[in-house]
Nanobody, 120 residues
C-alpha cells in the first residue's frame, strides 16, 4: 500500500510564496515521474508541473518562471515552490506519482489535495 501525504497549502496574499511538499510512503520499488495538478472550482484538473526521475521538468505556461518543481529521490518527496502567487492560482493542488511496484507493475497514485488560496 502506498500513500502520498501533502502539506504546505494555505492562505497567502497576492505576490506571496508557498511551498508544497508531497511524500510517498509504503511499499515502493521505484518512483518514476511526479507532478502537481490543480483544480479550481468549476474547472477541470490541470497539470501545473511535473518532474521525471532524472530531473527533467515540465511546467504549465501560466506558472512558468514563478513555480519551481523539485524532488528528493532518497526521501520519495516532491516539492513545489510557488512564488509571485496570483489570485488565479487559487485551487486545490494534488500531488501525483507514477510508481513501479515490487511486482514490476506500474501504478498511479494521487494525494488527497491541499487548498491554496491567494487573496488580492
Amino acid at each position: 500500500q502506498v500513500q502520498l501525504g501533502e502539506s504546505g497549502g494555505g492562505l497567502v496574499q497576492a505576490g506571496g510564496s508557498l511551498r508544497l511538499s508531497c511524500a510517498a510512503s509504503g511499499s515502493i520499488f521505484s518512483i518514476n515521474a511526479m507532478g502537481w495538478y490543480r483544480q479550481a472550482p468549476g474547472k477541470q484538473r490541470e497539470l501545473v508541473a511535473a518532474i521525471t526521475s532524472g530531473g527533467s521538468t515540465n511546467y504549465a505556461v501560466s506558472v512558468k518562471g514563478r513555480f519551481t518543481i523539485s524532488r528528493d529521490n532518497a526521501k520519495h518527496t516532491v516539492y513545489l515552490q510557488m512564488n509571485s502567487l496570483k489570485p488565479e492560482d487559487t485551487a486545490v493542488y494534488y500531488c501525483n506519482a507514477g510508481l513501479t511496484g515490487w511486482d514490476y507493475a506500474e501504478y498511479d497514485y494521487w494525494g488527497q489535495g491541499t487548498q491554496v488560496t491567494v487573496s488580492s
